[in-house]
């Protein structure tokens, strides 16, 4: 038809954004080969478990203990807020009583955690009375309460298989009142 315009269709557009975007990609790529695992990932969160109770159990003297000590045991929640699993390989640090150092904690655990999962652990300690003359509050409160305040400082590995390991803290991992067991 004479006359009739023709439809036409319009040449296609380089996209100028192409390059740019592409730039973006490669330099968050770069970013990301350059941080270390702790920059990436959020560290497992520890709270204390509801539904048990932590014990501290007095244990009478013995030739390993020539003044007595004590068992402790701390149960645990454990949560990974990431993403995607790892692996808690170890928690060190220090166990206080009544505001006093306690017992070094160095817990190797391999405990593997699930993206955004739970787990309840008990973290076992052993603490000698001859090696700590500073908890005599504590001894006190024992004798005569039935529980002990406890606090758990510490840092906190995970394995980050290529990435290397990371490691968190220390920081206040866990705190509270200890049961005392007679």
Known sequence: MAGSPIATRPAACPDHRAPRRLAAALLLLALGA????GQIVQPPVFQPAEGRTSELRLLAPSTSRPLGGAAVRVWARVQNPNVFGLTLTRVAGNLLLEGEHAADLDLPLGLPLGAQQDTIIPLDLN??????PDLASALRNALTRNS???RLVGTLTVDGGPLNDASFGPSTL?????????
């Open 174 to 182: 866990l705190n509270g009142d200890l049961r005392i067991l007679r």
């Open 148 to 150: 002990v305040s406890y």
């Open 34 to 37: 350059c941080a270390t695992l």
């Open 127 to 132: 603490v000698s009375f001859s090696d700590i």
